[in-house]
């Protein structure tokens, strides 16, 4: 019969679990989303695993266009290798079908962009990316008139995107006619 850890070393096993079947980039916040929704560490015990994970190696903070991002290291790895049976299988079944259940929401967070600002002359500017990594992919920037119209833009841009770019690419490509 396995032993099953608690307090601290759980904690950081369960976050080292869940970025391992996250495997991408990922923010603190969609780490936490998945281990709040399951009810399995409380928003302090979370900061004070990743913290520590992070300062021993474990897990490393990236910066990328979305915010930081978090993976789990090669230390992190073989020190979920060694200890990871020590969560209960029914846990890291619960996070990985969570997991399975946020991946699209994970990946257009983190894949695709939005910010806007207003203009010193009225209206604003909506700036909408897609990108991998830290590499951009697509990127068009729009001036708007009002912010009702800038927010339902940005709204719209993850649910529409790759309308917008497939488009694009489709005029782009056709032969010039003479």
Request: glycine share 6%; hydrophobic share 40%.
């Amino acid at each position: 019969m396995p032993n099953f850890v608690s307090g601290l070393p759980k904690h950081k096993l369960l976050i080292l679990y869940t970025l391992s079947v996250i495997d991408r980039d990922a923010t603190i916040d969609h780490v936490y989303r998945v281990l709040f929704e399951l009810e399995l560490l409380s928003y302090f015990d979370f900061r004070n695993a990743i913290v520590d994970l992070e300062e021993d190696g474990f897990v490393t903070a990236v910066p990328r266009p979305f915010g930081q991002s978090y993976r789990i290291t090669a230390d992190g790895r073989q020190s979920l290798a060694l200890f990871g049976q020590a969560l209960p299988q029914s846990e890291r079944q619960r996070i990985g079908d969570c997991v399975a259940a946020l991946a699209d929401t994970i990946v257009k967070e983190t894949q695709l962009l939005s910010s806007m600002e207003e203009l010193p002359g009225g209206g604003f500017e909506v700036s909408l990316r897609a990108a991998e990594g830290a590499r951009t992919l697509f990127s068009l920037t729009l001036p708007v008139p009002t912010r009702e119209l800038a927010l339902l833009v940005r709204k719209n841009w993850a649910e529409n995107s790759f309308d917008i770019y497939d488009t694009i690419w489709k005029i782009l490509e056709k032969p010039e006619r003479t």
